[in-house]
C-alpha cells in the first residue's frame, strides 16, 4: 500500500525566543519537521526534555521538536527561519551561511531592518524579507506565552513579485495565523518602526502599554511622526496591520482623525494578554541588553543623511540605554518629557549645531594647536614652561574672554599651576557644581626638538612635539567651550586647570589637583584617547627599588669569605615574581638590575627597580605588603625596598559609568560609537578618582604615538572630539 500522505518541509528555526519558539511551535504541529537551534543552552536542554510549549492562560500544549546549540548542530541548512534578536543577526548569518545549502534560504523573521545585513553573507537571492507582529514571550525555559494573535507577512527583498517560495513559506506558516504574502514587506517594515518605537517608549516606565500610549498621545505620535518622515523621504508605501494604521500618525495628519487611530489602537492592545512590550521584559525581568538600539540605529541613520529631525526617537533610545542594569530608573516622567519635547517646535539638536560650527571653524583649531605647539615646554625646562604658560594665558583671554577668578600658583621645581574658573551660561540643571577640565601643558620633548620636528600637516594628519599628549586635547576643549557660547548654547560653570609636570610625576601639582576638583561633579581629563576609547579606569603605577647589600670579598683568593647581594638579588627574583597577578590586572616589571664592581670582586651591593601596576587598591595593599614582607635567603645580606606608590589606582565605580554613557550618547548623536577602556598607564585623572572626584579620561586627541617620534592627531578626529566635548558640557547644564 502506497503512503499518500503529503510530505512536510522541513524547518530550521535559529533562535527560539519569542518569535522563533512561537513559529516553531505551528510548525512542528502541522507535522513539519523541526530543528530549533539556539545559544541558550538551559532553554534547548528544556526543549529536548519537554518538548516546546505554547502556553495559553493555563493550558499548556508540547510539541517534540529537534534543538541544538550552534556548536552540537549537525547537518545542512535549508529552509531557515532566522528569529535572533537584531545584535545577534551578524554573528547568527556569520554560523548560517557556510553551512546552507545550495537551494538554501534565509527568513528574516525578526524585529528591525536585516535583510541587507543577511544578504551580504548569504546573497540576495538566498534572502527572504518578513514582517512580524506576533505577542509572544518567553517564561521559562522551552515555555512561550502565547500574547494573542499578530500579523505576518512574507515577501522577496527590495519589493520584487511575490515567489513561488514566498507562497510555499505562506502556506506552512498559515498553521500559525494569517500569514500572508506581498510584494511590499518594506512597507510594513517601515509602518512597524512607528508602532514599534512606541511600544518601545513604553518600556521607559512600569505600567501597561495600552495605558501609557493612551496618556502619553503627544509623545507617541510625534515619535512615529519622525520614523514615518523618513519613510516617506524614502519613497516607502507604508502598510496598515493588526489595529495599526500608520496614515493618521504622519505629521500632517488631521487631529480628529489622530485621536480615532489612538482610540483604536489601545483598545486593540487592551485585548492581548500581553500587557507590556518584550523590551520591557527584557529590561526588567531578563536583565538584558535591549535590541531596538540597534534597529532603530538604521532609522536614526537614515534621518541624519536626510537632514530631518529625530530628537524623540534619540531620546528613547538614550533612555532605554540607561534603562539596562538599571530597571528602578524607570519612571512615567521619562514620557512626560517626550510630550514636553514633542509640543516643541521642530529644532536642531545642539549637536548637530556645535559640530557643525565648528566643522566651520576647523582652521582656526588647526593654527591653535600650531600655535601652540611651537611653545616648547619641556618638563624639565622651567624657563620654556614659564614662557609657554605666559602663552597660554593670553590665548585663553582671547579666545574665551576674562575669567570669573584666576589662580596661578607657582611651583619652585617645576611649571606654575594655573586654575581658572568659568560661570555657568544658561544652565537649568539643579546640580550647580563645576565641571573640571584638565590637562597638562608639559611635554617629554626635550628643548630644542622643535628645531628638527617642527609642527606639520599632511592632509587630515598633524603631526609634531606634544600634538598628542596633550596639546590638541586643549585646543579641542577651549573650542567646544567657544562653540556653546558663540552658538548660545547652555553650559555649567568651569573649572579649567593646567599643571606643567604631568610627565614628571605630578609630585609638585597633584595637591592642587585635588584641591580644585574637590567641589566638581565631573573632571574631564583631555589626556589623548585609547584607540579612540575614553578612559574609565587607569591602573594605579609604583615604582620601588629593591637594594641588596652584601659582603665584599677576593672572589678569587676567598669566595667564602664573602656574600654576594648579586646571588641574593637573584633569590629574589622569584619572590619578586610570585607577586604578579595578571589576572587581577596586576603587573611587576623588574626594568632595571644594577651590582658589583668588578668581575673578581664578590658583590657588595645590588638593586632592582621595579615598576608596578595594580587595578584594584586591595591589589596595591597587597603588593605593598609583599614587598615589605621581604627576607634574605643568606642571613649575611641585608634588603631594602625603597620608593612608593606614584599613582593611585582610578576604578570605574557605577557614577564614573553612567557619566561613560552620558558621553556614549552625546557621541551617538554625533553619529560617532563612542567605546570606554581600561588602561594600565596613569594620569592625574587617578589623583581626582582616588578623591572620590568622577573622572572621564582620554577625552581629549584621537591619535597615537605618544612620547615617540610617530606621535600625531589628526583636523577630522579634533573636529568630533572637540564636539564631543561641547555635547557633554551642554547636556551637564540641563541635567
Known amino acids: 500500500m502506497n503512503d499518500t500522505a503529503p510530505q512536510r518541509t522541513a524547518y530550521t528555526v535559529v533562535g527560539s525566543g519569542a518569535i522563533g519558539g512561537t513559529l516553531a511551535f505551528a510548525l512542528a504541529r502541522a507535522g513539519h519537521p523541526v530543528t530549533v537551534v539556539d545559544t541558550d543552552q538551559e532553554h534547548v536542554d528544556a526543549i529536548r526534555a519537554h518538548g516546546l510549549v505554547l502556553a495559553r492562560g493555563d493550558e499548556r500544549t508540547g510539541v517534540p521538536v529537534t534543538a541544538a546549540t550552534p556548536d552540537t548542530f549537525d547537518g545542512p541548512l535549508e529552509r531557515v527561519l532566522l528569529a535572533v534578536k537584531a545584535q545577534a543577526t551578524r554573528s547568527a548569518v556569520e554560523w ?15 524585529n528591525g531592518f536585516n535583510e541587507d545585513l543577511i544578504a551580504e553573507y548569504v546573497g540576495a537571492d538566498r534572502t527572504v524579507a518578513a514582517f512580524v507582529n506576533i505577542f509572544a514571550d518567553v517564561v521559562e525555559p522551552c515555555v512561550i506565552q502565547d500574547g494573542g494573535a499578530g500579523a505576518l507577512v512574507i515577501g522577496e527583498p527590495k519589493g520584487a513579485p511575490v515567489s513561488e517560495r514566498v507562497r510555499s513559506l505562506v502556506a506552512d506558516l498559515q498553521s500559525w495565523g494569517p500569514a500572508r504574502a506581498s510584494d511590499n514587506v518594506e512597507g510594513y517594515l517601515w509602518a512597524k518602526a512607528g508602532f514599534g518605537a ?20 503627544p509623545a507617541m ?7 514615518f518622515a523618513v ?50 521584559r527584557d529590561l526588567a525581568v531578563r536583565h538584558r541588553p535591549v535590541e531596538v ?63 557643525r560650527w565648528l566643522a566651520d571653524h576647523r582652521e582656526d583649531l588647526v593654527a591653535d594647536l600650531a600655535a601652540y605647539t611651537a611653545q616648547g615646554s619641556a618638563s624639565d625646562d622651567l624657563d620654556a614652561l614659564d614662557a609657554c604658560l605666559a602663552w597660554l594665558r593670553t590665548w585663553l583671554d582671547r579666545r574665551l574672554g576674562t575669567p570669573e577668578s584666576e589662580e596661578v600658583l607657582p611651583r619652585a621645581d617645576a611649571g606654575d599651576i594655573l586654575v581658572r574658573r568659568y560661570p555657568a551660561h544658561d544652565a537649568t540643571t539643579p546640580d550647580g557644581r563645576p565641571v573640571m577640565l584638565l590637562g597638562h601643558y608639559d611635554t617629554v620633548w626635550p628643548t630644542g626638538t622643535l628645531d628638527t620636528w617642527p609642527f606639520r600637516r599632511d592632509g587630515d594628519t598633524i603631526s609634531g612635539p606634544g600634538v598628542f599628549d596633550m596639546k590638541a586635547g586643549l585646543v579641542q576643549a577651549v573650542w567646544a567651550l567657544r562653540a556653546l557660547d558663540a552658538l548660545g548654547l547652555p553650559r555649567p560653570a568651569v573649572t579649567l586647570v593646567l599643571n606643567g609636570d604631568e610627565e614628571t610625576g605630578s609630585l609638585a601639582s597633584k595637591d592642587a589637583v ?25 591602573k594605579g603605577v609604583g615604582l620601588f627599588t629593591l ?20 646571588d641574593e638579588l637573584a633569590h629574589q627574583m622569584g619572590r619578586l615574581t610570585e607577586l604578579r597577578d595578571l589576572a587581577a590586572g596586576t603587573s611587576l616589571n623588574v626594568g632595571v638590575i644594577e651590582g658589583g664592581t668588578r668581575s673578581n670582586v664578590t658583590a657588595g651591593r645590588a638593586a632592582a627597580h621595579l615598576d608596578v601596576r595594580a587595578a584594584t587598591t586591595s591589589e596595591q595593599q597587597r603588593i605593598t605588603e609583599g614587598l615589605a614582607a621581604l627576607r634574605p635567603l643568606d642571613p649575611r645580606t641585608r634588603l631594602e625596598v625603597t620608593g612608593d606608590w606614584n599613582r593611585p589606582v582610578f576604578e570605574r565605580t557605577e557614577v564614573v559609568a553612567e557619566l561613560a554613557d552620558l558621553a556614549k ?3 551617538r548623536r554625533l553619529g560617532e560609537d563612542l567605546a570606554e577602556a581600561a588602561v594600565g598607564g596613569a594620569s592625574d585623572g587617578n589623583f581626582l578618582a582616588a578623591a572620590g572626584v568622577p573622572v572621564l579620561d582620554g577625552i581629549g586627541a584621537v591619535g597615537q604615538g605618544a612620547h615617540a617620534r610617530s606621535e600625531s592627531t589628526s583636523v577630522s578626529s579634533m573636529v568630533t572630539r572637540s564636539a564631543l566635548t561641547a555635547t557633554v558640557l551642554t547636556t551637564l547644564a540641563g541635567n
Open 514 to 538: 585635588v584641591e580644585a576638583g574637590r567641589d566638581c561633579r565631573l573632571a574631564m581629563v583631555f589626556e589623548g584617547a585609547a584607540d579612540g576609547a575614553v578612559k574609565t579606569a587607569r
Open 547 to 566: 637594594t641588596v647589600t652584601g659582603i665584599e670579598a677576593h672572589a678569587g683568593l676567598d669566595p667564602t669569605a664573602g656574600a654576594s647581594a648579586i
Open 96 to 110: 548560517i551561511a557556510p553551512r546552507l545549502g545550495p537551494g538554501g534560504h534565509v527568513v528574516s523573521v525578526q
Open 221 to 227: 505620535a510625534g515619535l512615529a511622526a519622525e520614523i
Open 293 to 355: 538600539t540597534t534597529h532603530y540605529a538604521d532609522v536614526i541613520a537614515y534621518a541624519d543623511r536626510l537632514g530631518l529631525p529625530a530628537i524623540l526617537l534619540r531620546t528613547v533610545m538614550d533612555g532605554l540605554r540607561e534603562l539596562e542594569g538599571a530597571p528602578r530608573l524607570m519612571s512615567e516622567e521619562r514620557l512626560a518629557v517626550l510630550d514636553r519635547l514633542a509640543g516643541q517646535p521642530a529644532a536642531e539638536d545642539p549637536a548637530t549645531l556645535v559640530q
Open 198 to 217: 512606541m511600544l518601545a517608549a513604553t518600556a521607559l516606565a512600569d505600567a501597561p502599554m495600552a495605558d501609557l500610549i493612551d496618556r502619553h498621545r
Open 665 to 667: 550618547a552625546c557621541a
Open 231 to 280: 519613510a516617506d523621504q524614502r519613497g516607502i508605501t507604508l502598510q496598515a496591520f493588526d489595529a495599526f494604521d500608520p496614515a493618521p500618525f504622519r505629521q500632517d495628519a488631521d487631529a480628529t482623525a489622530r485621536d480615532a487611530a489612538f482610540d483604536r489602537l489601545t483598545a486593540w492592545l487592551r485585548t492581548q494578554s500581553k500587557d507590556r512590550s518584550g523590551i520591557w
